[in-house]
């Protein structure tokens, strides 16, 4: 059992309001992509679509030393692994609803949207993306002066 499969268990169990379906498959996604070195901080489970109905497009987000990840394993053969580095972030909205919450990455090239997402999560995604992003944006600005 993977790192990024037992943190994505421990936030599943935390928060079971949220919707996810097959996760190992997803988080080994995740797992194969790490790069030698890469340590993993926080991992969570979303919806990566802005339909509240469609609910079989879970994918786990994982945030590393380096980047953050999602990824999803097709259900039949392949996956899809997204990475933004801290050069591509923008900005990052949360929206909470009646059951469910969103959370909005805005990157340099695309709109990455987060769904289906319990409410009670919001709040610890939201500091660890921001967290995170602070303090890799100081590193990058240090690597790159």
Same mark, same amino acid.
């Given at each position: 059992m993977?790192?990024? !499969?037992?943190?994505?268990?421990?936030?599943k169990k935390?928060?079971?309001?949220?919707?996810?379906?097959?996760?190992?498959?997803h988080a080994d996604v995740v797992e194969k992509h790490l790069n030698p070195g890469e340590e993993v901080f926080y991992v969570f489970a979303a919806q990566k679509n802005d339909n509240p109905l469609n609910i079989i497009e879970t994918g786990v987000v994982a945030l590393t030393s380096k980047r953050i990840l999602i990824g999803r394993k097709r259900l039949l053969f392949g996956y899809f692994l997204d990475s933004i580095t801290p050069d591509m972030f923008n900005d990052l909205k949360v929206q909470g609803g009646l059951i469910w919450g969103k959370v909005y990455i805005d990157t340099i090239?695309?709109?990455?949207t987060l769904s289906n997402i319990g409410n009670d999560a919001l709040t610890e995604i939201e500091t660890a993306i921001s967290? !995170?992003?602070?303090?890799?944006?100081?590193? !990058?600005?240090?690597?790159n002066d």
């Open positions: 993977g790192v990024v !499969y037992k943190k994505v268990l421990k936030f935390k928060y079971p309001s949220t919707i996810t379906w097959r996760l190992r498959q090239k695309e709109f990455v967290d !995170y992003m602070i303090e890799a944006k100081k590193e !990058y600005a240090k690597e």
